[in-house]
């Protein structure tokens, strides 16, 4: 494979040349790893990797992921020399400058080839599972001439440190993803010094029992790391794990090999240094014609592969192209909205009496039949969030022709997994858990916010309304935490009616995930009557009509709507005006001109709230005169009805807060 006139080494050292000269110039970054693993990611760029700078979107390109993201410079240096045309040596000059392609960490979205955002470490390893069992899932779809690829992570010490990397490690061993393959960079330095002051572990042994290969080779040697490559894509039916050892900060003459090559530029005098030392001696962002004309050439390799995919796809049957087609474009399939509609229509004529997480359960058996695209999973707790319907086949190892994944008890890698399917694209990822342990997902979450990702977290069990599990599994600052997080759409529906229309909400936005917020509670019907329009859409909007001039709005979410209901009345009775606004989602709302905002709150309208968490955050409808009633410590053991009495969230309540306001 070495036709290259240009040696390795050169084409690996131009890597560690940019990534020292970018982290010197912007005064800050982290120039070790890039310099330490230029060789690997050498030859698996110019050898290896199928992908074509021409379509960084070719659906069947192998992924990379770099999960050690602060070493972003390797990516971005290898984007450059391979060709990929938005990446040029003025970002990298502008590398972690405001507005550059070239951030700090490699954010998805800004540049093609960023095949996820990383830097929280571990989260990349979480991703590529997703990707790699993606890949499997679509190949067993739509067969191997349109999905056959590999899924390539490269992960650092603190990657494999992460708690996280033990649910994407066993996870992915388990379900035997063969065509995932990790390059561990084990160079045994991380920021605080060596490894060794954390760490004794033999991170080998961990993958092995997991149901992984392992190599081993040295990561400054082409032919090893070529070699390992090779057998690593070569029948077996386990993930491949590659162990690289390498230097830290490779060719500095003082700092290779210490701590001091992470995290900072290297300095005026060790750059010098490095350049003699490894024998490169242009100046500082310059990288010789002959040389990005070698990693061109090799940036080259995958346009015929990516022209023979695009003619496969051409010639395949023409209902399978379409519908290949429509699940990478993450299109909903034509029959979506009639299919919500009817959900509806029968929701609102039978008013079932039912838990939310029975009713997204209900969306869900009628979605899944549409919806091939919609893998569904929980994190062991399927019968309790209602996320597997009677049509959905178990996904497992040997065999992803079905559409439920058991995540096992693995929140986090759970999370991770589906920020991956959703990146690899293809595939709607939705799991399932309790609200409770959204904190065990959290930081995946978080990614997915930031990327802009289609994941529908499903939460059940979602107040002091889930009863004698008590306070270690009531949510009461969940809500608050979620909804603090920008471009996460979190949704708390009142019943069976705007249990679908938050799903179709949440599916509908391509750009967002969301959080469908549910009850381990039955609750009464509050959408009587039948509308086409999404009432959920806007946010918030007025359920239940003062009968006269209306003097107090009641502002309530989810299982809380009927006790505002309830309340509705009661103040009624005493010749109190109030509307009841339902609110299941407050980014949507706030979205909203403020007229429409003025005309639902209720202008001069006495207000309270009422909902089973804490009320941070409330205070933004609810003014300085407003009350609340709601949670104000943690739950408590006891059967809902009981501690929906104990903590006061009561209408009586409501209605004691409402007479408060009106004096
Ligand atoms: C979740 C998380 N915790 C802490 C950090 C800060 N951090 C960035 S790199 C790093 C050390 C990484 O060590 P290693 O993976 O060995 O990378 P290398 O030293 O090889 O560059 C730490 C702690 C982070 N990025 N993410």
Not at 48 to 68: C, E, G, I, N, T
Not at 370 to 396: F, R, Y
Request: with cysteine.
């Amino acid at each position: 494979m070495h036709q290259h006139a240009v040696s390795h080494t050169s084409m690996a050292n131009a890597i560690r040349a940019l990534a020292m000269d970018a982290v010197e110039q912007a005064k800050s970054g982290h120039p070790g790893m890039p310099m330490g693993m230029a060789d690997v990611a050498t030859v698996l760029f110019t050898q290896y990797l199928k992908y074509d700078p021409q379509h960084p979107d070719w659906p069947d390109r192998d992924r990379f992921v770099l999960s050690a993201g602060h070493g972003s410079m390797l990516l971005y240096a290898v984007l450059y020399l391979a060709g990929y045309a938005d990446m040029t040596l003025d970002e990298i000059r502008r590398f972690r400058q405001l507005g550059s392609r070239t951030a700090g960490h490699p954010e998805y979205g800004h540049a093609t080839g960023i095949e996820t955002t990383t830097g929280p470490l571990g989260q990349g390893l979480g991703n590529a599972v997703g990707m790699a069992l993606a890949e499997r899932i679509l190949a067993a779809r739509f067969g191997p001439a349109l999905v056959d690829h590999h899924t390539y992570c490269l992960a650092g010490d603190g990657c494999l440190m992460e708690g996280i990397s033990q649910e994407a490690i066993t996870l992915a061993g388990h379900l035997k993803l063969a065509k995932l393959i990790v390059l561990f960079d084990d160079n045994k330095i991380s920021i605080d010094g060596p490894t060794s002051l954390a760490i004794s572990e033999d991170a080998t042994l961990r993958f092995a029992a997991a149901g992984w290969r392992v190599l081993d080779l040295d990561g400054h040697d082409p032919e090893a790391i070529a070699a390992a490559l090779g057998e690593a894509r070569r029948g077996d039916d386990r993930p491949t794990m590659i162990r690289c050892r390498t230097i830290i900060g490779y060719g500095a003459p003082s700092k290779a090999g210490t701590a001091a090559t992470h995290g900072s530029p290297l300095g005026e005098k060790e750059v010098a240094g490095a350049r003699a030392q490894l024998g490169w001696r242009h100046p500082p962002f310059v990288i010789p014609n002959e040389i990005v004309s070698a990693w061109r050439a090799a940036g080259a390799r995958g346009a015929a592969g990516c022209a023979a995919w695009a003619k496969r796809l051409a010639g395949a049957p023409e209902a399978q192209r379409a519908e290949f087609e429509r699940v990478i474009a993450g299109e909903l399939p034509a029959a979506f909205a009639a299919t919500i509609e009817s959900i509806k229509a029968k929701a609102a004529a039978e008013k079932p009496k039912l838990a939310t997480r029975q009713s997204s359960g209900n969306v869900l058996e009628e979605l899944v039949k549409i919806m091939p695209e919609l893998i569904g999973g929980s994190a062991d707790l399927t019968g309790s969030v209602n996320t597997q319907t009677k049509s959905h086949k178990a996904i497992k190892a040997g065999d992803f022709s079905g559409g439920y994944i058991h995540y096992g008890v693995r929140e986090h890698g759970m999370a991770a997994a589906m920020n991956g399917m959703a990146l690899h694209r293809g595939i709607i990822p939705y799991g399932g858990t309790f609200l409770v342990f959204t904190d065990y997902c959290r930081p995946a979450i978080r990614l997915s916010a930031l990327m802009g990702l289609r994941v529908v977290y499903v939460m059940t069990h979602d107040s002091i309304g889930l009863g004698e599990d008590g306070p270690t599994h009531q949510p009461v600052e969940h809500l608050a935490a979620l909804r603090a997080m920008p471009n996460l759409q979190v949704f708390r529906p009142a019943d069976a009616v705007e249990t679908a229309e938050c799903w179709a909400l949440a599916l509908a936005a391509r750009d967002a995930p969301s959080v469908l917020v549910l009850t381990r509670q039955a609750l009464p019907a509050v959408r009587a009557i039948h509308t086409r329009e999404n009432l959920c859409a806007r946010g918030a909007y007025v359920v239940a009509e003062a009968t006269g001039p209306r003097r107090v709005s009641l502002l309530a979410t989810g299982s809380e709507v009927s006790i505002a209901i309830e309340a509705q009345a009661k103040l009624a009775s005493e010749g109190i005006e109030a509307a009841v606004v339902s609110m299941p989602c407050w980014s949507l709302f706030e979205r909203q001109p403020a007229a429409y905002r003025e005309q639902v709150l209720g202008a001069g309208t006495a207000r309270v709230a009422v909902e089973a968490a804490t009320g941070f955050g409330w205070e933004r409808w609810l003014g300085t005169e407003g009350g609340f009633v709601g949670m104000k410590t943690f739950g408590a053991s006891a059967p809902a009805g009981d501690l929906y009495k104990h903590f006061g969230i009561t209408a009586d309540a409501v209605v004691a807060a409402v007479k408060q306001r009106l004096g």
